[in-house]
């Protein structure tokens, strides 16, 4: 790529069109900022292991597996991240066969379809997953207890 120097007041209508209206910028010398140094970043929270890719927010490769506390000693496992180009009823169908357990897709506000699980199957799933080969081990992020 090549690089074209140009004046201060050329870069003004380049950072209101692609920062300013995303809202997360709070001030004009931010998007001067990230215009004139596109490397750093503002954001105190940002992984620093990422490299520049430039994905927007939300739409990073892992695949989520969480823990919930139900009653008792009753826990449900969710799965949260598969791509769209995988079916979850189907990858739900398997779970249930191999690991012996009910499960179902559920539609959530925020993270989308979400596969539910009984019990804890947070490491069943991890090799599961491993065996067919739908992600790479640095693709999953196991949370819980």
Known sequence: TTIRWCSLFDLIPIACHSLVLSSYYSSICEILFLVTFPCFSLDPFADATKGDDLLPAGTEDKIHIRIQQRNGRKTLTTVQGISDDY????????FKKKFACNGTVIEHPEYGEVIQLQGDQRKNI???LLEINIVKEEQLKVHGF
């Open 126 to 128: 991890c090799q599961f």
């Open 87 to 94: 079916d979850k009823k189907k990858l739900v169908k398997a």
